[in-house]
């Protein structure tokens, strides 16, 4: 899979993108837990603790800290199966990334003698007492004078163990998948599978544990990861499937997609009658739902030629899909999932549905919905604008300008703003404010567009522009920043 999108697709994607709010460009989620969620102004009674919960921190605690609470909506719109016809996505065409490919670990360094039990259990005392350092020293220099295959997998898997708790996610899935590659026999071999999940939750790009899950599909996770290991690899066959969807291999991307909604469907729901949690495995259900309603809504699109719609029957199963997340993150429920992550994604891939069908209102009546103060709300307001557009509803398009350009979103980047603007203002046959938003871009984002052609011209590798761009970063803050600029950087070197 990808290791991160080049630096080209995220600036010039994000400055010139075109004018309809996202042609049902659906989101796709990733697990970054790392980042606080954002606040919400509204109270919301703090959810319960189970005992049971403390069975899933076996080495490692996973803590999700609250998200703000929104009220489920009492009547959903429904797809209006006589309606306009909807607008095709296209999918930017993406790598089709190879078949897993089996871990070769090196020829060990024997030492003459080998590590002894004592340092080795010395250095599992440092990572208790937390010395998290020193003990990835310390196992590092036990790995290289292992005498035996025994000795080398436990220092290997200490020496993972210590280089996570460092915050080294990446570095440790490369011991951890080294100590799996020795062997299901091993003795660390299952322990080393769990911490796959917990690298998970960590990272941004996970395709790399997405990899080494679907590595090891045919070994048996412990039953508290069931959900979870289902999911996640659900994720590795839906990347998959698009790669191979846009790179004109249909038939492959057809099975890589049934093997995802297979997968999903293995996701049991936790919510049993009148909405009471059956267990505390079900953070995963609303995750998969919607992993659900995005391969459903690839799937209506496949064999289709550019411009040609989709049924709107055939996009039924996605919205479906959509709103089971919905009802199980509805926070009146007495033991709701807090996914309000999952939950926003919903409203919003909802929102582009019935946009795409030309069903403005009730597009409205989902962006309305996405958590005000949320990471998605600024984009659910920049959308909806152009459902207000077409609606003819210009006081509210503007409306939602006026927000989007408020000093408090300053760091925030919409450009294609000032061409919502432009438009409505030509439109009204204010022919000099049109203008002046045309003059405006062409001030602000002309200079920015030149000079992005020149480094895009040029064929490197993305972590060639990431390394670019890093650099230019460092220099805007030893002379002073520009708002502008520090704006673009911080969408490309943040871009998850």
Known sequence: MRPMSTIRAALLGALFAAAAPAAAQMSFQGLDLAGPTPAHRA?????????????????????????????????????????????IRQSAP???????????????????HGASAGAVAAIAGQIKAGDYAQAAVAAQAALGQAGTPEQA?????????????????HSALHHFSRVLARGENGKYFGKSLEWLFFISRKTVDDSLVLDDV??????????????????????????????LFSA???????????????????????????????????????????????????EAEIGLPPGQAAAPETLLPALAAFKDVIRVTNPRLPDAIHDWKT???????????????????????????????????LEALYEAAWAYYRMGDDEHALGNMVTLH???????????????????????????????????????????????????????????????????????????????????????????
């Open 43 to 87: 109270k919301k009674k703090k959810p319960k603790r189970r005992a049971n919960r403390r069975r899933r921190r076996r080495d490692e605690e996973e803590v999700e800290p609250a998200a703000p609470a929104q009220a489920a909506p009492a009547m959903m719109p429904t797809l209006d199966l006589s309606g306009g016809t909807p607008t």
């Open 94 to 112: 993406a790598p089709v990334p190879a078949a897993p490919a089996p871990v070769v670990v090196p020829a060990l360094k024997v030492g003459a």
């Open 153 to 169: 997998a436990q220092a290997e898997y200490l020496l993972a163990k210590a280089l996570y708790k460092l915050g080294l996610y």
């Open 214 to 243: 679907a590595r090891y599909a045919n070994v048996a996770f412990p039953a508290r990861y069931q959900s979870e290991f289902h999911y996640l690899l659900a994720r590795y066959y839906m990347e998959r499937a698009s790669a």
């Open 248 to 298: 004109g291999q249909i038939a492959d991307g057809k099975s890589s997609l049934a093997q995802a909604e297979r997968l999903v469907e293995m996701v049991p729901n936790p919510m049993g009658q009148g909405g009471a949690r059956r267990s505390d495995d079900g953070g995963y259900y609303a995750k998969a739902r919607f992993l659900a309603g995005t391969a459903a809504y690839q």
């Open 343 to 377: 939950r926003d994604l919903a409203f919003i891939n909802l929102a582009r549905i019935h946009y795409e069908a030309r069903q403005n209102r009730n597009a409205i009546y989902y962006y309305g919905k996405v958590s005000r103060g949320g990471a998605r709300w």
């Open 406 to 496: 408020a000093p408090f979103f300053a760091d925030d980047y919409f450009p294609e703003l000032l061409t919502v603007k432009a438009i409505i203002y030509y439109e009204n046959c204010r022919y000099a404010e049109a203008r002046a938003a045309i003059d405006d871009f062409e001030r602000i984002y002309g200079p920015v567009h030149d000079e992005l052609t020149k480094i895009t011209a040029k064929d490197q590798a993305p972590e060639a522009f990431y390394a670019l761009l890093d650099d230019i970063q460092h220099k805007q803050k030893a002379k002073g920043s520009s708002p502008l600029l520090d704006r673009i950087l911080k969408l490309a070197l943040s871009d998850e």
